[in-house]
């Protein structure tokens, strides 16, 4: 068992600094990774804002192919217009496939050297990689020096919480013969890189770890620490590669090898670098032939809770609430942490309640299912006995929280602004964020009141303002929404009257005749007329999660949206019918499962 030696965080840096040069603050561990510049990212093509590498016609048409026939040409068949799709070429595609280079997450990381070491450790990740995106394909952020060394102080944090915890430090640090120092080494730096490497190590990456730890001399238990503090600052620990083995093809999609599927399974449903038994199974070749068995086995596990949480957080929005919340909730007994930590893990709870009892994508927008704990109960002014600190499932009876997502306090106190008309800005939101419909342009950003008279109700006012040209034509579309959600203040409670005391009591028809009224209103419409949104909106956002691409995010290539807008709606033609009641855990199998899938497949583009 690891006794504890006197090896110096500081020491190793300073040598890997001497050995590998200013290369290595670039690239955390130079003498451990490839460079990556030979990654084959296709870097040089995102230069280009047309982003194409062929003349191909356009990879994604209309719908004419979507499973279901010419009946699928409804709204999807608008969204590929609006999109643009006739005009992304399948080189636009690749590149956002190819795009495989990105630092694990905040969330990625704590969750993998937990499981690994049965340790918590929170690294010192910077911003611009924090817990409220699942993007992991942040290549075209330049991996500076700030982002790598919160990478060497990560590894100094794990190393030191594995020191200090009896039951990890006999688990990590031990090899089956001791009295063998070169063996027992060697031993340890395979089992362990094969762990964090996601892979068997190379023999010259072995070898380079053992050089440098010898190097450090000391006692054995100092040179396994040196070894396992070299394997978590390399990048092939901290950054995601997939399908460095293919060879270059800028034409197609390739396979990627078993164990890189494994990793993009595990990242995806875990949220974590792969156990060994999955690992066992790539090596064998298994994986893909055992893959629904896999599934269901980590779908079944409570660690699955991570695909509920980036959903909560990004789809829904929680993780700015959790992260930057800026509201004084100002309930006694409920700090604003954790009011905003509460309201965040309670949408959490709702969507893995969802997923865990595979029900349809739509009943997240219409039930009245909701989880408490004493805290939450507070907020909403319920009474808060019989709650604790853990989360209990509650049939809220409530018509004005029983529309699922959109009944929730947290996801208003984190979509609303301080003033106490939200109608124009909550709108436009759920047409794009709960949806994922196709933008209808900005906000004029006239106020109530500068130009419609002071005498007006606000009523009035907000009625007035959707009338006025050239902005009708966006209000007609999103105003039944904002109004719909009207009855809940900036702190996400639920108010039957403004300040003033006048009542709220908008009804509107939508551009398809049907008449809202409350939030109720709202979601069933949302379950019974919007299905096919809601279930594609839920496709982007798991295709997001499962490839690590941030589908929502493409205008470094083109159009707004366009290419990975484009590309879910390909999937989502070819493997769900429109209008059907698609359930979550089928949803997410398919994603994995289906041969056209992202997290399958990866692409080569030359330079």
């Known amino acids: 068992m690891y006794k504890g030696g006197s090896l110096s965080f500081s020491r190793i840096h300073s040598f890997l600094l001497k050995v590998a040069g200013p290369l290595v603050i670039m690239l955390a561990y130079n003498n451990c990774a490839p460079s990556f510049q030979a990654t084959g990212d296709g870097s040089s093509a995102f230069k280009s804002n047309s982003g194409s590498l062929s003349d191909e016609p356009a990879f994604v ?33 690749l590149q956002v496939l190819n795009y495989n280079v990105g630092p694990l997450t905040h969330r990625q990381y704590e969750y993998t050297v937990n499981n690994l070491f049965g340790i918590t450790v929170y690294p010192d990740l910077i911003n611009d990689y924090s817990k409220v995106s699942y993007n992991n394909s942040l290549g075209r952020v330049a991996p500076g020096i700030e982002l790598v060394e919160g990478f060497f102080s990560s590894a100094e944090k794990v190393l ?20 063998n120092e070169n063996e027992c080494l060697s031993e340890f730096t395979e089992n362990w890189g094969r762990l964090l490497f996601r892979r068997p190590l190379s023999s010259n990456e072995s070898q380079k770890v053992l050089d440098v730890a010898f190097d450090q001399g000391g006692s054995l238990n100092n040179k396994m620490e040196s070894a396992l503090y070299l394997l978590l600052v390399s990048p092939q620990f901290t950054y ?30 875990w949220g974590q670098a792969p156990e060994g038994w999955l690992l066992d199974l790539a090596e064998n070749n298994q994986l893909r032939q055992q893959l629904p068995e896999v599934v269901d086995r980590m779908l079944a596990s409570e660690k699955s809770t991570y695909v509920a949480r980036e959903l909560a957080y990004n789809w829904f929005t929680m993780g700015s609430l959790r992260e930057v919340g800026n509201k004084n909730f100002g309930v006694d007994g409920v700090t604003n942490d954790q009011a905003n930590w509460n309201l965040a893990e309670q949408v959490t709870h709702f969507v893995d309640y969802h997923i865990q009892n595979n029900l349809p994508v739509s009943d997240l927008f219409n039930t009245d299912v909701m ?85 007006d109700t606000i009523k009035a006012s907000v009625n007035k303002l959707s009338q006025v040209a050239p902005c009708s034509s966006c209000h007609i579309v999103t105003d039944p929404y904002g109004k719909a959600v009207e009855n809940f203040d900036s702190f996400g409670r639920y108010r039957a009257n403004y300040s003033n005391g006048e009542a709220i009591n908008y009804t509107q028809l939508t551009p398809e005749g049907v008449s809202i009224s409350s939030v109720k209103d709202l979601g069933v419409h949302f379950a019974r007329d919007k299905k096919d949104l809601l279930n594609y909106c839920a496709t982007k956002n798991l295709l997001s999660l499962a490839s690590g691409k941030d589908l929502f995010d493409d205008r470094h290539i083109g159009a707004l949206n366009s290419v990975g807008s484009c590309y879910t709606l390909q999937f989502y033609g070819q493997n769900i019918s429109q209008n059907q009641d698609i359930k979550m855990k089928d949803l997410i199998k398919k994603i994995i499962i289906a041969g056209s899938s992202l997290i399958g497949q990866t692409a080569k583009v030359s330079e």
């Not at 040409?73 to 217009?81: Q, Y």
């Not at 609006?82 to 080189?91: L, P, R």
């Not at 030191?160 to 009295?179: D, E, G, H, L, Q």
């Not at 034409?251 to 449903?269: G, H, V």
Request: net charge positive.
């Open 61 to 93: 048409g209309p719908m004419d192919d979507f499973a279901g026939g010419s009946q699928q040409k409804s709204i999807l068949n608008t969204l590929s217009d609006g999109f643009k799709c006739n005009s992304v070429t399948k080189g636009q595609v």
């Open 160 to 179: 030191s919480a594995i020191k200090s915890t009896a039951a990890a430090n006999s688990r990590v640090f031990k090899c089956s013969n001791p009295n």
């Open 240 to 269: 995601h590669f997939y399908g460095l083995n293919l060879a270059v093809n800028n034409s197609d999609t390739q396979q990627i090898d078993e164990y890189d599927f494994a990793s993009k399974i595990s990242f995806f449903l």
């Open 371 to 455: 989880f408490h704990t004493d805290k939450t109960a507070k907020l909403y002014g319920l009474n808060s006995n019989g709650y604790n600190g853990q989360f209990k499932m509650v049939k809220t009876g409530d018509p004005n929280r029983s529309s699922g997502i959109l009944s929730h306090m947290g996801f208003w106190a984190n979509n609303s602004s301080n003033g106490e008309v939200n109608v124009f800005t909550r709108g436009p939101m759920i047409k794009t964020k709960l949806l994922c419909d196709v933008p209808i342009g900005a906000p004029s950003g006239q106020l109530i009141g500068t130009s419609l008279g002071e005498s």
